[in-house]
C-alpha cells in the first residue's frame, strides 16, 4: 500500500474481497426541540464488493441517499459502523482520515446544487486534487483535462461556468469531478434522473466504460429499475432505513423473493398496457421512520402479511382489519387537533368520527362476534383520540409474527437473502401468496 | 447574452497560456488602454507618492507604538520616518497638474477695483478656484472610468472565460439609474477627501491648524495699498457669527480678497470648504475602519457559524445579541469619555477610538443581515460536495461561502457605512469623538446650530445637507447593487419591468 501517490494506489485492485462493510448502521436526524427524531438508516447490514457494481432500489424517502452520504463519510452514524477496505471509518482521523475522502467519492442527486455556480468547470473539477495537494499544479491541468476528456467535454468547457451547462453536461462534470482523485469507491445519487433518454444512455454508457478503465466500484442509486437492471451486478432493495432483500441483480428481477421487491417490480410498466392489470397495489403512504418497528418494517403494507391462526377470516374482513390498523397509523402520525386533545382529556368520544369509522370498516362485512368486539373497542380507542392505544390494542388482536418480530436472513438462492417470515418453512412463499411465483 | 454555442469558435483552444501570454498575443488593446494611464497616473505622480509615503510612515510609526508598547521599550524609527519625511517631501515638490501651485486661487488686486496678481492667469480667485476643483472632480471620473474601461478591455480581450456570472450582475447595475447616483456622489465623496488638500480655496494647515503661522496678503483699501496680516487676524474679521454680527455667506469674498464657496464659519472664521474637504477625510477614515473592522467580525461570525452550526451557531448568535442590546450612543459617549487623554484618543484627534468603537458595536448589525445568506449558502449541496473530498473547512469557507455573501457584505455594508458617519457627526454635535483642530462635520453642525435662523444659515445647513447627500448616496449604491445581485427583488420593484417589457413580442 504505497501513500506516496496521493491515495491513487493506495487501495490494491483485485476483485472479489469485500471493499465496503456496513453491519448494523443506524443514521438519525434530529428532528429539533420539538420534532421527532427521524431514524433515516436503521440497521442496515451491507456488504460491497471490490470492482462491483451494487444497485439500491427502494421509494422515495426510504434513506437511499442518507446511506451514500453516511459511506462517504458525510453523515456521523447513531450506531453501528462501516469499515472501508477493512479499517472502521469513525477510527480514522487526521490526516489518515483526509487520505480516505480521496479514496471514496460521491456524485450528488442534485447536479445544479453540488456545483459551486460562482466557479468555472475547470476549477471546480481541480478542486479535490488542490485541497489534497495532488502532485504540482502543472500535473493537475492535465489531469483536469484528462478528466474532462474521459467524461466526454470537451477542454473549452473548462472556462464555462455550471449555469451555462445543459443538465447532461453538469452531471459529466460531476462525475469528473468524483473521479478526480480516482477514488477506489464511488456512490452515484441517481446519476441520470431528470435527463432525457439520449443523455440518459451516454452518461450510463460513460460510467459503465469509466469502471473498466478504472477498475471502480459503484453503489448506483436510482428510482428507474431499468438503470439498475442494465448497470448493477448485485441489487439491494431498501425499505425504511433497512435492506430488505438482495442478491444478483438477474436472478432479483427474474425471481423476486420478498414481496416488496415484488411490489416494486410489478410497478414497472410493460411493454403493453394491459400489462400493468400485474400491478400489485401497495396499501397507505411510506410511513416517516421515526419509530423502531418492532416486527418487519414493512408489515403495515405488505400485500402478504402473515395472518395470525386465531382468526379464520375471510379476505375481505382482513382487508377491512388493515384499513382499520392503517387509520390509526396515520392519526398516531399526525398531529391531534385541539378538539381531539380536548375530547381525550375529557374521556369523551366523537360520536360522529365513531359511527365514521364503523361506517369504513364494517359496511358490508359480517365478522364473527368475537371479532366484531374487539374492531368495537379499537374503534372507540380511536374516536376517543387515542390512536397510540387503539394501535396497541389491534396488533395484539390481530398481529403475526410479521408486527411482532423483525424477520430474519433467509438465504433464497445462491448469494441471495431476503428478510421475510414467510421464508420460513410453517408459511407459504411470498411468491405464492401473490400468485407470481418465478416464472 | 451570447449563446453557448458548442463548439464555440470564439474560445481560446488552449486554455493554459497565463495573462501575460495573452497580452503578448494581442497587445494593441492593452497598450491603447495603458498609454492613457500612464498620462493619468503621471500628471498626478507627485501626490500619488507623496501620499503613498505618507501611508507608509504612518504604518511605520504605528507599529512602532504597538511594538514599543508591547515590549516597554521604545523602537528607534526616528531615522526611518525622517528619512520617509524627506522623500515625501521631495515627492511633493514634483510639480502635478491638479495643484494649487499649477493652477493657484490665492491673490490679491494690486489697486482698488484693480487686476489681481498671485491668481492663475490673473483671474478672479473665485474663478481659479472654480477652475480647479472642476478639474479635479473632472480628473477624479476620468480615473474611475478609465480603471472601469481597463476591466472592459480586459473582459473583451483577455479574459480567459467568455463569460461570467459577474457580467450579468454588472450589466444590471449599469441599467440601475439610482445605484448609479448613488455611485456619483460616493465617488465624488472620495474625490474630495482624496483630493481635500488640493480641492480647497485654502489648506487646513494654513487655515485650520495654524492661522497664526501663515500671513495672508491683500489689498487693504483704507491705506490704498498692498498689506500683510497673520492667516487668523484675517479669519477674525470676516467669521460669520449670525444675526448684527458680520457675516461672509456662501460664494462670497472676504475682505481680505479671500473667496469662500460655502462662507466662513463663526468665531474664529475658518473657511467652511476647508473645513468640510478636509472633515471628509475623517468621515471617510472612520467610516472605512469601522466598517472594515465590523465586517471582518461579521463575516468572520457568519462563516464560522453557519458552516458549523449548532452550538457554533448558537453562542454567535448570543454574543451578537448582547452587543445588539447596548444602546449604540450611550456606548459610544461611554468610550469616548473613557479614552479621554488616552494615548489611543490621540491618533487622529480621536476618530481611531471613534471608529474603534463603532466598529465593534456595529458588527452584530451587520452580521444579522448576511447571516440568511450565509445559512442559505451553507446549506447547498456544493458544500457537502467540498467537505466529501476533504476540502479543508477554512478553504470551503473562502471559496464556496465567501463569495456567495460577498455582496450582500458590499450591499450592507455601504447601507450602513451611512450610519456610521452620522454616529461619528452626532459625536461631533456632543463635542465627543473627533476633537480640534481635526475638522468634523458633526462639528460644523454644532456650531451653526444656534444660527440656523440668521443670516449665517449656511453654517449648520450646508454640511447637514452634505451628509444626508452622502448617506443617501452611500445608500443608493447598495441598492443599486443589491439589484444587480439579486434579479428578483428588482423585478419586485419595478426596475426590471423595462427589460422584460420588450419581449412581448
Known sequence: MSESDGGEASVSAGRGETLIEVSDLQVRYDGGWTGPTVRAVDGLDLRIERGETLGLVGESGCGKTTLCRALVGLERPASGAVRFDGTPV?????????????????????????????????????????????????????????????????????????????????????????????????????????????????????????????????????????????????????????????????????????????????????????????????????????????????????????????????????????????????????????????????????????????????????????????????????????????????????????????????????????????????????????????? | MTGAHDPDPDLDPNPDTSLTARVRRDPGPAARWGAVMAVLVAVEAGALAAALLSVVASVVAALAWLVGGATGAGVPVEGVLAALDGARAAAEAVPTLLSRETIPNQGHRTAAGGPWTGTFLGLEPAHAWALRAALIYAYAFLIGYWLFRGYLVFRRHYRAAEWTPRDDRLDRFRDHGWGRFGLVVVVLFLATAAFAPALAPTTPERNLVAPCQHQVTYYDEAAGSVASTPVCTANLESASNGAGGPNVGPLSYDDYGRFHPFGTLPTPGKDLFTFLAAGARVSLFVGLLAMGIAGTLAVAFALVSAYYRGPVDLAAVVAGDSVMTLPSLLVLILVAATFEGHPLAEVYSGALVVALALGVTRWPFLWRAIRGPSLGVAGRTWIDAARSFGQHPATTMRRHMLPAIAGYLLVYGSMMLGGVLVATAALSFLNLGVQPPTPEWGRAISLGEPYVATQSWHVATIPGVLITLVVTGFNALGDGVRDALDPHTAAESGVAVAATGGDGG
Open chain 1, 90 to 439: 469513525a477510527d480514522r482521523s487526521g490526516a489518515d482520515r483526509r487520505r480516505w475522502r480521496g479514496d471514496v467519492a460521491m456524485v450528488f442527486q442534485d447536479a445544479d446544487a453540488s456545483l459551486d455556480d460562482r466557479l468555472p468547470v475547470g476549477e471546480l473539477v481541480r478542486e479535490p486534487l488542490d485541497a489534497h495537494d495532488w502532485k504540482r499544479p502543472a500535473d493537475r491541468r492535465e489531469r483536469v483535462r484528462d478528466l474532462l476528456d474521459a467524461v466526454g467535454l470537451d477542454r473549452a468547457w473548462e472556462r464555462r461556468y455550471p449555469t451555462r451547462l445543459s443538465a447532461g453536461q453538469r452531471r459529466r462534470v460531476g462525475v469528473a469531478r468524483a473521479l478526480a482523485l480516482r477514488p477506489a469507491f464511488v456512490a452515484l445519487d441517481e446519476p441520470v434522473s431528470g435527463l432525457d433518454a439520449s443523455v440518459r444512455a451516454g452518461v450510463l454508457n460513460l460510467l459503465a466504460d469509466l469502471q473498466d478503465e478504472f477498475g471502480l466500484t459503484y453503489l448506483l442509486v436510482a428510482h428507474d429499475l431499468s438503470v439498475v437492471r442494465h448497470l448493477a451486478d448485485r441489487t439491494a432493495v431498501m425499505y425504511r432505513g433497512t435492506i430488505l432483500e438482495r442478491g444478483p441483480t438477474e436472478a432479483l428481477f427474474a425471481d423476486p423473493a420478498h414481496p416488496y421487491t415484488h411490489v416494486l417490480l410489478s410497478a414497472i410498466p410493460g411493454p403493453e398496457p394491459s400489462s400493468s392489470s400485474d400491478r400489485i397495489p401497495l396499501r397507505g403512504s411510506p410511513a416517516t421512520p421515526t419509530e423502531q418497528p418492532s416486527g418487519c418494517p414493512f408489515a403495515g403494507r405488505c400485500p402478504a402479511a402473515i395472518r395470525p391462526d386465531a382468526h379464520a377470516l375471510d379476505d375481505g374482513t382482513w382487508e377491512r382489519i388493515d384499513r382499520l390498523r392503517e387509520i390509526a397509523r396515520e392519526r398516531c402520525r399526525r398531529a391531534p387537533s385541539l378538539r381531539e386533545r380536548a375530547a381525550s382529556i375529557l374521556g369523551i368520544g366523537t360520536g360522529a368520527d365513531a359511527a365514521d369509522l364503523r361506517g369504513a370498516v364494517l359496511d358490508g362485512i359480517d365478522p364473527p362476534p368475537a371479532v366484531r368486539e374487539e374492531i368495537d373497542a379499537a374503534i372507540d380507542h380511536l374516536a376517543a383520540g387515542r390512536p397510540a392505544q387503539a394501535r396497541r390494542f389491534l396488533r395484539a388482536a390481530f398481529g403475526s409474527e410479521c408486527d411482532r418480530e423483525r424477520p430474519a436472513d433467509h438465504a433464497v438462492g445462491e448469494e441471495r437473502e431476503s428478510h421475510c417470515h414467510r421464508h420460513r418453512e410453517e408459511f407459504d412463499s411470498p411468491g405464492d401468496v401473490l400468485g407470481r411465483s418465478g416464472e
